[in-house]
């Protein structure tokens, strides 16, 4: 009899992955089907090059002020600062554009790194990941002041420890500062 429900149960949960397979390969339809043509643009949020401004929203003399206080080279040719007045005021449409979005019910931005709960779990600092450099660590004094217990120095990159004295690897030194020898002496 229980070799029954397990099998009864083993054929419901294939019954139910097949399901799931089903519904997810045709949800992957669904998304290559809206991802096989694009929505939108760039171009869209620049300016029709056709089309010239009646007003521009720069002028030459603002041009020549930005370019000064920005400490940029002035145009050499009324051609160049009629391209410069052109790119100004296609990169001025496109902000304009940026805040024509509605971005009602979206939160601002903190980071560029993964903001889910188990991503905060998984880079939560806890004691047990502390244990360690909480062992190097001693209270003493009235003060109850922390400080690190010695543990072994350093070693170099020969297999030698360092023992804190520069001046005992110098070649020359006079008093307490090493002597650089140069060929001008």
Known sequence: MAFLRAGSRLSQSLRNNT???RSYSSQTAQLESILARPSWSVRSLLPNESSDPSTPSITPKQLH????LSA???????????SMLRTLESQIHFVKEMQCVDTTGVEPLRSI??????ATQETAIGLDQLRDALAKEEVSGRRRRIQRIQ??????PDGSTWDGDALGYASKT??????VETGSS
């Open 113 to 118: 790194r993964d903001e889910t709960a188990a």
């Open 65 to 68: 002020h930005l370019l000064r």
């Open 151 to 156: 543990g072994e120095r350093e070693s170099r």
């Open 19 to 21: 399901n799931i397979l």
């Open 174 to 179: 006079k008093g307490k500062y090493f002597v």
């Open 72 to 82: 940029l080279p002035q145009p050499a040719s009324a051609a160049e600062e009629q």
